[in-house]
């Protein structure tokens, strides 16, 4: 029972640059979630999806696109990387009662 | 959106003291309080959480207390530990099955 796991754990790319980052759980959870978080600062919501089939736009959506590919994977695109875009990204997963259990974490540079 | 305010950003204690963290929101609709606990290079764990069901709960050191008519809830250590030390997240629900994040504090436990 691994819960939330993401690949890759470090990533750099260059401006201009695409990559997906890959999310799954094995908690049998509806809802996945994507936060970037800055330096110092909180988490703010990118994309979530509240089951599957569905997503929804959070807090910071633009520059990003999101795929819920079935219950247990959720995973986030960068099409275009950005400078701006450098963060830690942590996918996160909702249980019934609202509950969020998160991932490891994405540690993306953006030269 | 919702907007939640979390206070104080840092908090430094001496071992066996206790600690306090408030955060303060504006929705009246939120009904789920969780708090999380971030350690250095990690991701968030949640280490308890309220319902508006109910105005306190414990956990052996730690408890919230919740007060919607004032809207604020409070994360209270007692007995403050070295392992204490990290960065501690207050959050609401939206009410869209996704959670808005304080800012954060940073609460270090001088031995």
């Known amino acids: 029972n691994a819960g939330v796991t993401q690949t890759p754990k470090f990533q750099v790319l260059k401006t201009g640059q695409s990559m997906t980052l890959q999310c799954a759980q094995d908690m049998n959870h509806n809802s996945m979630y994507w936060y970037r978080q800055d330096p110092g600062m909180g988490l703010r919501l990118i994309y979530y999806s509240a089951s599957e089939g569905t997503t929804d736009k959070g807090e910071v959506p633009n520059g990003y696109n999101v795929s819920r590919l079935n219950k247990r994977e959720f995973s986030l695109r960068l099409e275009s990387a950005a400078p701006s875009q450098t963060s830690v990204y942590f996918c996160?997963?909702?249980?019934?009662?609202?509950?969020?259990?998160f991932g490891p974490g994405t540690r993306l540079t953006v030269l | 959106g919702e907007n939640v305010e979390q206070h104080p950003s840092t908090l430094s204690v001496q071992e066996g003291d206790s600690a306090v963290i408030k955060c303060t929101y504006s929705d009246s609709a939120s009904n789920y309080f969780p708090w999380y606990k971030q350690e250095l290079g990690k991701r968030p764990q949640l280490i308890i959480d309220i319902r508006s069901n109910v105005g306190e709960k414990k956990d052996q050191r730690i408890a919230v207390t919740l007060n919607k008519t004032a809207k604020h809830f409070s994360l209270h250590i007692t007995e403050t530990q070295p392992e204490d030390s990290a960065v501690y997240f207050c959050a609401l629900d939206t009410g869209r099955r996704a959670l808005t994040f304080g800012s954060g504090t940073r609460l270090q436990v001088q031995p």
């Open positions: 996160a997963s909702g249980g019934a009662f609202y509950e969020q259990f």
